[in-house]
């Protein structure tokens, strides 16, 4: 993958592992400073260096914001405090009663607010099990459409291109989550989509220790509304936050690498597994879930684990595992759940960058405690 910059064509690693780098003339320093100041001196009445005020810009995340829509191949990048305050971000720009199309298997925080959004009625929400799906459901009077691909936790992908193609058609502006494979692996924009964004808590900064969000706008239009909705709400990511960011960014290449690599060690080895009925891995990224025969044993199961930790989130260097049914999908109501094939069997793993070999064999020792 290529991206142009000052210096002409570089490769997305280099670009990486570069964020920051040749900015600093005056001290030469290789790490973005690091600018704390909330407020900034203007040097006479009318006159501002370009920072008033930290809420409206920082240097720190300026440098962040700046990388973020390079990646992404948009024209404005945004840093928020967490991803939910991305997809709110994302979320405040339409008219009340606008109708939205979205995935039915979506981050269980995402279904959270669009189902409080439609209570307090400011928007209606009309949700596609499939692909075909959206043909249908995508009519005239869609304002936007928001998918997640690969879905979580089923791991299904559906096509950005096709579904950008029929939202375009019907001017509704498409939005995509790209948590699950960054833009190493699926850049949303060049394939048609407007805006795409990110839980920067998981592969983005990669380390489980950081919670921040991202928005990228294709148009400037757009990316500008956003940025003054941004400003006005307020919900934007600290300067520390943002240096932590961009030095988890700088080795994005190497740990989705590594994830990748890992996810298809990993799922190779649970399907040739009599207790696993079922694994769900799309053949990228890091993410894949999985169902178990006996559902009664889970508990057992996570216990016996001694590399992979039981816990919720994904896109770090450790490998998690998470029960989506009591965790991270707890909100969207059972019965939904399981009609769209999340059943209480399926558990799923952020496979992270230890040795393979370790992570296999800690998954073997777990299933063979097992009766
Ligand atoms: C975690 C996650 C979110 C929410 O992000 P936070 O940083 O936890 O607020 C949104 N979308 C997806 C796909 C996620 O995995």
Redesign the pocket.
Known sequence: MEKKTQSGKIDTDTFLAQIGNHQNPVTGSINTPLYFSTTYEHPTLGESTGYDYTRTKNPTREVLESALAVLENGTVGLATS??????QLVFSQFPVGSEIVASRDL?G??YRYFQELEKQGVYQFIYVDDEAGFETKITDKTTAVFI?TPT?PLMSEVSIERIAAISKKHQAQLIV?N??YTPLIQRPLDLGADIVLH????YLGGHNDL???AVVARSKEVGAQLAYQLNTTGAVLSPFDSWLLIRGLKTLALRMERHEKNAQAVAKYLQTNAKVKEVLYPGRGGMLSFKINKQEQIKDFLRNLSIFTFAE??GGVESLITYPTTQ?HADIPEGLRESYGLTPDLLRISVGIEASEDLIADLKQAFEQLN
């Open positions: 967490s991803g939910m305050s991305a997809v981050y925080g995402s997640e979580n989550d948590t699950f839980s920067a808590t998981k919670l921040a969000g989130s994904l991270t």
